[in-house]
């Protein structure tokens, strides 16, 4: 959020990630949401729409290794990446 409120040129894409748990079709509309949700509580935070985008990459890039609630935790996320 700082980044967006202190450069008012920055634009951001919103990754939705999920964990490996469903099918691939969920987890893709998951990370959807999950990317969704960010954005909505940006753009109430006072960021403009447009510097925002986002995609889901569902269970596809997982940040942590294993198959339990804590690697899980970890790869249900939203990551924001400059553009």
């Known amino acids: 959020g700082k980044l967006l409120v202190g450069d008012a040129t920055a634009r951001v894409l919103l990754e939705g990630h999920c964990d490996e748990r469903g099918t691939v079709e969920y987890n893709l509309a998951l990370g959807e949401r999950r990317a969704n949700t960010a ?3 940006l753009v109430q935070y006072g960021v403009d729409p ?3 985008s986002t995609i889901s990459y569902g ?3 997982p940040f942590a290794p294993g198959q339990d609630e804590s690697a899980w935790s970890q790869n249900r996320r939203v990551h924001f990446v400059k553009k």
């Open 39 to 41: 954005k909505g509580f």
């Open 59 to 61: 269970e596809e890039r």
């Open 50 to 52: 447009s510097r925002l």
